[in-house]
């Protein structure tokens, strides 16, 4: 999976999942933010992320991603 | 001094309907809401017979992280508690000004629940059954997010009594009121009509296997009854009392003028005679009320062998010579069971303000204790100005209202 495929299926997974419009998605937009989470639907993230690609964000983890960036690149990093 | 209590809203989400014309209409043309599900037969029941309800589409009206937390009945719910507030001309501003309460019927939450330890079991990590799965998957999650929607600051209570449920959650909800400890109540019931929900019960063989032909398979009362198809989906009733009513000059639709309960103390499933009497039995009493004055019986009535029979005893014995017009509308909606006895009360106030008795479908022959009744097969016209519902469920708890004109 190249770099661009995984920002391309991370946007679309998560604008269906939280509702949220595709164009607010921008590589340093903050997720918490940009997808309205508060501390229960953060775990819907985690979810959805463990769900799709078999990766665990450890909550320490979690404390690192803040832009949409950080998400890809934990992804990008994590994936076998 | 006992308030007088009144029902002033009514909303249902139901196979008959999903609006209070649409279900007066379908009661009074004997429309049956039972079909022949595919899906069912193909992952094993033993009876493929359910009800068609629409799903809601809850997206305008609540955001996405909220209805996270709203399994399939407490969405059924929400849609029917939006239309009884509005049937009430009770909004939001409204409610934010008052304590306003909820008591709703719901015993269980089986496909949420079985869903999120599914995702748990899968990736053996808790985080997997996601931020909703919690709510979701209490008894009573109906209340719970149903009170923070529409932020009502009275009481918030779930009645779990199997299918007397609902009918219980409007029998406490009238007596906070007629006691003073409230003024308005939002009380009902749901049922979540997925598969999941009835598959240890189709296990126990209660199902009407009539597969051929759906919509005569929920048939109460008749002697070729061959067991209950299950239902589902949501009804609200927005109780308050006279008085609070009248000060906001709400519309007045019925009034609730007794109920009365009653536990078997008997076998799990098969109801007996003397308890369900007694509820019947302890209702009047409680309301003063004789048998004449009763223009119609809504029966608790599901279409299975032993409980038609031993509630047809019961009702003949408390009525006696008077014949009061009975039928059972779960000929039509199949067992809406934690949802039916709201609305059933639903169903029967349409028919009360619409002038008819909805026929009890496929009553084509008696059998021995239904013989003593006076069941309406077909719909008639009729002016009725009081009316008793009862609900019973498992475990032997029974629930009887009385519902007057106004």
Redesign the interface.
């Known amino acids: 999976m190249t770099r661009e495929d995984i920002v391309k299926e991370v946007n679309n997974l998560l604008a269906e999942e939280f509702e949220v419009d595709l164009e607010l998605f921008t590589p340093d937009a903050n997720v918490r933010d940009t997808l309205s989470l508060d501390s229960l639907s953060l775990v819907d993230l985690v979810a959805i992320i463990q769900q799709t690609y078999k990766i665990k964000i450890p909550v320490a983890d979690l404390k690192s991603i803040n832009t949409f960036n950080d998400l890809y690149n934990y992804i990008e990093s994590h994936l076998s | 001094m006992n308030k007088r209590v009144v029902i002033t809203g009514m909303g249902i989400w139901s196979c008959l309907g999903n609006t209070l014309e649409e279900v007066r209409d379908s009661l009074y043309n004997g429309k049956s809401g039972v079909i022949f599900s595919q899906e069912r037969k193909e992952l094993g029941f033993r009876s493929a017979l359910c009800t068609q309800i629409e799903t809601p589409n809850l997206?305008p009206f609540v955001?996405?992280?909220l209805r996270?937390f709203m399994p399939e009945e407490a969405q059924y719910a929400y849609m029917a508690t939006r239309s009884a507030l509005e049937n009430a001309r009770m909004d939001q501003e409204y409610i934010d000004q008052h304590e306003i309460g909820i008591i709703y019927g719901n015993d269980s939450v089986a496909e949420a629940t079985m869903n999120a330890l599914d995702?748990f079991r899968e990736?053996k990590?808790t985080?997997?059954?996601?931020?909703?799965a919690i709510f979701q998957s209490m008894n009573s999650t109906v209340t719970m997010n149903l009170a923070c929607l529409f932020k009502l600051r009275g009481i918030n209570l779930t009645a779990s009594a199997a299918c007397a449920s609902s009918s219980h959650s409007v029998g406490l909800s009238y007596l906070l009121i007629r006691d003073g400890l409230q003024d308005c109540i939002i009380c009902g019931g749901a049922q979540e009509n997925n598969l999941y929900s009835v598959a240890a019960f189709d296990g126990i063989q209660s199902f009407s296997t009539r597969e051929s032909e759906p919509t005569k398979a929920s048939r109460p009362f008749d002697r070729d009854r061959d067991g209950l198809v299950p239902g589902g989906g949501a009804a609200t009733l927005i109780l308050e009392s006279y008085e609070h009513a009248v000060k906001r000059n709400a519309p007045i639709l019925a009034e609730i003028v007794s109920w009365g309960f009653s536990g078997n103390g008997d076998h799990i499933s098969t109801p007996n005679v003397q308890g369900p009497a007694r509820s019947l039995e302890l209702c009047l009493k409680n309301g003063n009320i004789t048998p004449a004055q009763i223009g119609y019986v809504n029966a608790h009535a599901t279409s299975t062998r032993i409980g038609d029979s031993r509630e047809a005893q019961a009702i003949a014995q408390i009525f006696g010579d008077y014949k009061v017009p009975v039928t059972s509308t779960k000929s039509q909606t199949g067992h809406e069971m934690w949802m039916a006895g709201a609305s059933e009360l639903i169903y029967s106030i349409l028919m009360m303000k619409n002038g008819f008795i909805a026929g009890n479908i496929n009553f084509e022959n008696p059998d021995d204790d239904s013989a003593r009744l006076n069941i309406y097969p077909e719909t008639k016209e009729a002016h009725f100005d009081m009316f008793l519902s009862n609900s019973f469920g498992f475990g032997g708890t029974n629930s009887t209202l009385i519902v007057k004109n106004l």
């Open positions: 997206k955001s996405r992280n996270q995702r990736f990590d985080a997997a059954c996601g931020s909703g």
